[in-house]
């Protein structure tokens, strides 16, 4: 039983990665934007949602639908520097919002619980399912919010609209040229990908009812990255490949310590060097990742 | 069509326009030559946005452009190619195409989501006129190729094809057929003057090759140490003391 409820919970965890590895991906492997505060979404998201629900009793929909406009709304404010700075400049900024939108989480303790956290986070639609099924309910759901997300990117980035994102990605002068106003796309590109981090974020928190600040270190932000590496960029298939390899490894290893005879400091260590061996692995023999991007053909 | 007052742009010391004045009148075809480093491509690049000018002024149609950035000046209708073809390098030709349509709907993600049906319309017409330039420009056969694979000839092509499809009313060619095979250049010639008569566009064009010039210009400008040293129609530029010596004499 034990072993089951792990691979659920496994697979839950995949889900919700996977929706902020197809977000992450949508601006790295689309767009072009090299976003390192990626993580600062899934915290706007995750907060939101609980806030609204445990203090204030917002309906939990409602709730869901506030935490994707609000990390919308982020994604909307982390665009406006594109404008003035260069893609790796610009990145560096990525990195600091990312940090800014934890710290106030851990300080602004009348709105946040600071470093307690939220407590107490409901379950969705407890009356309705028994105890024992609620897991596998949970991970439908989470399924179902990754088919929906799925569906909705990758008819945007066939779309006109994803065609001039590419086109920013690969050659942003031409696009200029051409008379795109790259900086309004890079700012759509930038709300769409929020607001599907801001729904991971909600998922999230729904699911483990209890976030504090720790949950949203810059080290997620990496993990996300490392999805998209391994994954591939540029599909959406591969970030969902990539969430589920990179989660394998994050997740399992950190049972294994009870079978190795190492500490569980090392073993955390252990872990993480594990996964940038693999980063360093996939970019020198396999830079397309494990989903190479697929080729528009028309006949 | 397009008139340019007193244009200044300097790097540093270095005057790479130094008070260039010139006119490009409708549906005519305007050469700009010159030596290396003569400031064509810089005047280009200040003309269509990408440069900041120092001084001067830049009017399209009767509307002041100079300040206005790239997008906007293409928006008007002034569009440009470069010197070192840009081509996506992970799209193919056909998108490559497809990407340049003007008036394309679906480029926003409400109406990419939500008006699929009048996105495909669009598409569908977008793409028999890619497909029906492509042949012009031989390039059909690649359609669908990333257009990063493509030799530096054929990606001046295709960056041709892209203007062709934006419809603007002028346009700014960069050394349009450096780097194209000679049969399939005077095809091109051939093009951009059926083009400039069939659908009276204006046509601004930097250019090496005398011959190309010759063959279809109607004027030509010579800019030396970023001045405007002459400017007269073909067979008058051959005569000219002064372009003989600043640019004739080596070639």
Same mark, same amino acid.
């Given at each position: ?299 | ?115 699929? =049906? ?127 010596? =600043? ?5």
């Amino acid at each position: 039983m034990a072993v089951i409820n792990f691979v659920i919970y496994l697979s839950t965890m995949i889900g919700i990665y996977s929706l902020l590895a197809m977000s992450l991906n949508f601006q790295v492997g689309i767009t072009g934007l090299i976003n390192f505060g990626q993580v600062a979404f899934f915290c706007i998201g995750a907060y939101t949602s609980s806030l609204l629900v445990v203090n204030a009793g917002i309906p939990v929909v409602v709730a869901f639908l506030a935490a994707m406009a609000l990390s919308g709304v982020f994604g909307y404010i982390m665009s406006i520097p594109t404008k003035s700075l260069k893609s790796d400049y610009w990145a560096i900024a990525t990195l600091a919002s990312g940090e800014i939108v934890r710290l106030v989480a851990l300080n602004e303790g009348w709105l946040t619980a600071g470093p307690f956290g939220v407590m107490g986070i409901p379950q969705i639609l407890k009356d309705f399912i028994s105890k024992d099924a609620y897991p596998v309910f949970y991970l439908l759901f989470v399924m179902a919010c990754i088919i929906i997300v799925y569906f909705f990117l990758d008819k945007l980035t066939n779309s006109p609209f994803g065609r001039n994102l590419k086109a920013i990605r690969d050659e942003e002068e031409l696009c200029l040229s051409l008379g795109k106003d790259t900086q309004k796309l890079k700012l759509q590109a930038m709300v769409v990908a929020g607001m599907v981090a801001g729904l991971a974020g909600a998922v999230f928190a729904f699911y483990i009812q209890f976030i504090s600040p720790e949950n949203f270190q810059p080290i997620e932000t990496f993990l996300m990255w490392a999805m998209i590496i391994v994954g591939g960029r540029g599909n959406f298939m591969g970030a969902i490949a990539g969430a589920v390899v990179i989660q394998l490894f994050n997740v399992s290893t950190r049972f294994l310590g009870n079978y190795v005879p190492l500490g569980s400091d090392s073993m955390a260590a252990l872990r993480m060097t594990i996964i940038g061996v693999l980063i360093i692995l996939f970019l020198l023999y396999r830079p397309e990742g494990l989903i190479k991007e697929k080729k528009k053909v028309y006949d | 069509m397009l008139t340019i007052k007193n244009l200044q742009k300097r790097f540093g010391s270095l005057r790479a326009l130094d008070d260039v004045s010139l006119e490009v009148e409708d549906d005519c075809i305007v050469g700009l030559i010159g030596p290396n480093g003569s400031g064509k491509t810089t005047l280009f690049n200040v003309v269509s946005g990408f440069y900041e000018k120092d001084g001067g002024e830049i009017y399209f149609k009767g509307e002041r452009i100079d300040g206005l950035p790239p997008n906007k000046i293409a928006k008007k209708g002034l569009c440009r190619t470069f010197q070192v073809s840009k081509a996506p390098e992970k799209m193919t030709v056909l998108e490559n195409m497809l990407l340049a349509a003007e008036h394309q709907i679906g480029e926003d993600p409400f109406s990419a989501l939500f008006l699929r =049906a009048r996105v495909q319309r669009s598409e569908k017409a977008n793409l028999d006129r890619a497909l029906a330039l492509l042949d012009m420009l031989q390039l059909l056969q690649l359609k669908n190729d990333y257009a990063g694979d493509l030799s530096g000839g054929q990606k001046k092509l295709l960056s041709l094809g892209r203007v062709f499809m934006l419809k603007p009313d002028m346009i700014l060619l960069d050394e349009p057929t450096a780097g194209v095979n000679p049969t399939l250049r005077v095809q091109l010639m051939e093009a951009i003057k059926r083009l400039q008569e069939m659908e009276k566009k204006a046509f601004f064009i930097i250019e090496h090759s005398m011959k190309v010039i010759s063959n279809i210009c109607d004027r030509v400008v010579v800019l030396n140490f970023g001045q405007k040293i002459a400017e007269g129609t073909p067979e008058e530029i051959q005569q000219n003391e002064q372009v003989l010596e =600043a640019y004739l004499s080596g070639a």
